[in-house]
């Protein structure tokens, strides 16, 4: 695991949340464990991460795992949809 410091706002007072343990659940979806920074506030909250689409392909991809790419950053062929055909058919029309 990276050793990258992890802060998200405390949900209550505002304050640095300092991440104390990450349990990951599955390749995919992790559960962190978080703590206020303020001692006033003391406030402890879990928090879940899921990836939920790639952006850019792996160099050493998992087989087992099926996460989707956003379609914005696909690397294949594009292949045009319903929207397109429309929008070409028009600019067809208007020459």
């Known amino acids: 695991m990276s050793t990258t410091r992890v802060h998200n706002p405390c949900p209550h007072c505002g304050a640095t949340g ?5 349990r990951q659940l ?5 559960t962190g464990y978080y703590q206020c920074s303020d001692p006033e506030c003391s406030a ?8 939920t689409h790639m952006i850019s392909e792996s160099g050493k991809p998992n087989p087992r795992l099926a996460i989707p790419f956003r379609p914005a950053f696909r690397r294949s062929s594009h292949t ?8 070409q058919n028009q600019a067809a029309l208007a020459h």
């Open 80 to 87: 045009p949809t319903a929207a397109n055909d429309g929008d």
């Open 44 to 51: 402890a909250w879990a928090a879940q991460t899921e990836i």
């Open 18 to 22: 300092r991440r104390r343990m990450l």
């Open 26 to 30: 599955t390749p995919a979806v992790a």
